[in-house]
Each structure stands twice: as C-alpha cells, then as structure tokens.
C-alpha cells in the first residue's frame, strides 16, 4: 500500500474506530487477507457484535458503496454465507443481499420471490443510476425487451427503501421516458 502512496495501517490500528470508518477503509484500502484480520479485531474489540457494522451499512446514503461494504464484511466472516441468507429479509439491506446471493450463484433467479425480484431490478437500476447517471440508466431500460413504462412502474412500485433514490430514478429516468410519448424498448435509442 505504501508503495503505491496509500496510507497503510498497521492491522489492529481501526479497533477503536466507527464502525463506518472502519468498514470504509477496509473495503477501499485492505486486501483480503488483512480486511479479515481488521475485522476480526474490530469486532473483538467491541464484544463480537456484527450488528453495528451493519446499521454502517444501512445507513450509507450509497447504494454501490453500501454493497461494497456489505461485500467486504461478508467475505471476511466465517458465517458469511449464512448471514446473507439472514439478510435476505431485511428491509434495508435485503435488495442488497438478494443482488449478492443471486451473482454468487447461491440463490437462482427462479428461486427469488416476486417481490425480490423487483427489489433486485430495483437495486440495479439505483446502483446504474449512481455510477452511470441517468442516461445510462435509460438507455439500458430502452435496450431491454417490452415497453419502457412496465419496467419504469416496476422499479417505482417495488417497495425498495432508498427512497431518494427511488424519486431520483422518477425525476432523472421514469418522467423523461415517458415525455417522450411512445414505448421504450427493443434497442432502440433516442436522443433529447
């Protein structure tokens, strides 16, 4: 880390720091071996209680940061896989947990409830509308099969809990396609 000009703590220097912090720098800064090492310590330090890493969690305004985060926790606890499934249900972090157990292969597409799978399409979309920004976020919409609206009413209706995110994807994606008065779909691109 030093070599590449990053600040390199030594593992054990974040025991006392918030759970956000911590977190943060770990998932931005740690390989792998030494976020585990990080965490395990953090959470010695503080009685063994992962539920403070995950109200972190929760409350990142990100949605693409709160996965990374969540990703990172996940990959350096013994149980978890297991606490994924856990999370499932839950009604901040669920869509977040879905979207990971479905890309690890630990969870099928078939096997998602209806509701889970508009909160999974729901989370990519928000995700894509942070990175990408709005145009992307339409574009993909109109590159996918059937018309843009159901799509559009799905992401809005789907119950998902970042609703910033979800008045964002209104304002920036669902009113702009539909003021352009026609269906949005089979790859079609328009321009404003």
Do not use: K, N
Request: glycine content about 12%; hydrophobic content about 40%.
């Amino acid at each position: 880390m030093l070599a590449q000009g990053r600040d390199a703590p030594l593992v054990g220097e974040l025991a006392d720091a918030a759970p956000a912090e911590m977190l943060g720098v770990v998932a931005q800064h740690y390989p792998q071996e030494e976020a585990r090492a990080e965490i395990e310590g953090w959470l010695a330090a503080h009685g063994g209680d992962v539920e403070p890493l995950l109200q972190a969690v929760r409350d990142c305004p990100f949605r693409t940061r709160a996965s990374a985060l969540l990703g990172t926790l996940v990959a350096c606890l013994d149980d978890g896989p297991a606490l994924l499934e856990r999370l499932r249900r839950d009604p901040v972090l669920g869509p977040i947990a879905v979207a990971a157990l479905v890309e690890d292969g630990r969870l099928r597409p078939e096997e998602l409830t209806e509701r889970e799978s508009a909160l999974m399409l729901a989370e990519g979309m928000l995700g894509l509308l942070e990175v990408g920004g709005p145009e992307a976020v339409r574009e993909q919409i109109e590159s996918l099969a059937g018309p843009g609206a159901e799509l559009t009413e799905l992401v809005l209706g789907s119950g998902h809990p970042d609703e910033t995110g979800l008045e964002e994807f209104r304002t920036l994606v669902a009113l702009p396609l539909q003021s352009r008065g026609r269906p949005t779909g089979h790859g079609r691109r328009h321009r404003r």
